[in-house]
């Protein structure tokens, strides 16, 4: 298990950099732009992926000491259990997971040392990528996704394979909501409220103070009132369309008024 989540981490992210450096028209299209972009990133790629990769590296460490110390996870995994049952924990996890992360996410915001001394180096993305999705100071990972994921497989009594299941959908849904894509480009983007524009316009100036919650579901910002609704403040997917067409256009209105194509001196 310990093994898949940072294998899914980086495919998937591997995935989405790709495309951004392809830029096909195909996938263009369903980027999430800001109307009004904001500030610019403060942090260098390969700072944010040295970081990442630190991140991960503690992880491991941790999660394999889990596994060694409690012996009984192996008898759990062991024991048969109806696709109901697995399917029902899988649920409550998502479920202990997406609470864990609103009040831990939430305190690291209200709270300004701890928003200045950790969640302040997450926020150095002011445009998110797939990857920077893991760029968090290392105290914050391990309050937020190591110690989560301790809290997710005990209170919601997971057995390995569940477990396996939850912590990879979970990698998975954070890289997605940071990948800055949507339609066909972005699968889960409208299965779930909590999504890739949702989590942009807490990544903004605008919505700092808000959408706290992550990864899959909204119901903690509605119920204590940090709900901003993006709408309207992302390019939609038939605007980009047509910007895409409008550059077109013009480029080759450019090259039928250069001789042979060749550029004017
Ligand atoms: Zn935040
Ligand atoms: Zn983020």
Known sequence: MIFYQPLAYWLVAGFYDVLDHLQLPLTEKYKVVRRDPGRGNTVTRRQVIMRVLLQQFIQFVINLLVFILDSESCTRCAEPASFLHRASRFVLGLYVMDTWQYWIHRLVHVNTFLYKHLHSVHH??????????????????????????????????????????????????????????????????????????????????????????????????WIMGTFLDYNGMHYSVEELDQQQKDKAKLKAEARAATPNGKKRQ
């Open 124 to 221: 150095t993305l002011m445009i998110p990528y797939a990857y920077g999705a893991l760029y968090n100071s290392v105290l914050e990972g391990l309050l937020l996704d190591t110690l989560g994921g301790v809290v997710t497989l005990y209170v919601a009594g997971l057995d390995c394979q569940t477990a396996t299941a939850v912590f990879t959908f979970g990698m998975y849904k954070t890289v997605i909501d940071h990948c800055n894509y949507r339609g066909w480009v972005n699968p889960l983007h409208s299965l779930f409220p909590n999504c890739a524009q949702y989590h942009d316009i807490h990544h903004d100036i605008r919505g700092i103070k808000a959408n706290f919650s992550q990864p899959f579901f909204t119901h903690w910002d």
